[in-house]
Each structure stands twice: as C-alpha cells, then as structure tokens.
C-alpha cells in the first residue's frame, strides 16, 4: 500500500506563491509517473502537471510557465511551485502516483485559496 501527503497549501494574494509537497510512503514499487491534479467547487478534477520516471514533464495549458513540477526520486517526494497564482488556481490540490500495473493512489487534498 502507497500513502501520500501533501502539504503546503494556504492563503495567498493574487501574484503570490506557494510550494506544495507530497510525501510518498510505504510500498513504493514500479514509480510510473506522478502528477498534481486540482479540484475546484463544482468543477471536475483536472490534472495540473505530471512527471514521469523517465523525467518527462507535461502541465496543463492554464498553469504553464507559472508552475514548475519536480520530484526527487531518493526521499520519494513531488513538489509543485507555483508563481503569479490567479483567483481561478483557487481549488484542492491532489497529490498523484500512477504505477507501472496502473495502479492508481491520491492523497487527501491540500487546499490553496488564492484572494484577488
């Protein structure tokens, strides 16, 4: 069994930034990708960024050249900073790790609010 944590969330004026993290634990085999997904009130969950073993990278056109995913891959953490935050980044974030037999695990959401 996977365990995921994020952490990092908050408060934040619009043009600010925040650092979420995602702690993995426990029976951490056959690492596919993990991503950050996002849900906002009434809104479907969407993916935010995702990054691959093999360190490819993709992001969501909405956050992109604001956010920057990465992991390291030795303390089994993901970060995601987030630059120049807007009202609409305003959700729950959800930490994300996919596995090779497409197994899926997700933490339990770290909420970020971003104040115009």
């Known amino acids: 069994q996977v365990q995921l944590v994020e952490s990092g969330g908050g408060l934040v004026q619009a043009g600010g930034s925040l650092r979420l993290s995602c702690a993995a634990s426990?029976?951490?085999?056959?690492?596919?990708?993990m991503a950050w997904y996002r849900q906002a009130p009434g809104k479907q969950r969407e993916l935010v960024a995702a990054i691959t073993s093999g360190g490819s990278i993709n992001y969501a056109d909405s956050v992109k050249g604001r956010f920057t995913i990465s992991r390291d891959n030795v303390k089994n953490l993901m970060f995601l900073q987030m630059n120049s935050l807007k009202p609409e980044d305003t959700a729950v974030y959800y930490c994300?790790?996919?596995?090779?037999?497409?197994?899926?695990?997700w933490g339990q959401g770290t909420q970020v609010i971003v104040s115009s």
């Open positions: 994300n790790l996919r596995t090779v037999w497409n197994e899926y695990y």
């Open positions: 426990g029976s951490i085999f056959g690492i596919n990708a």
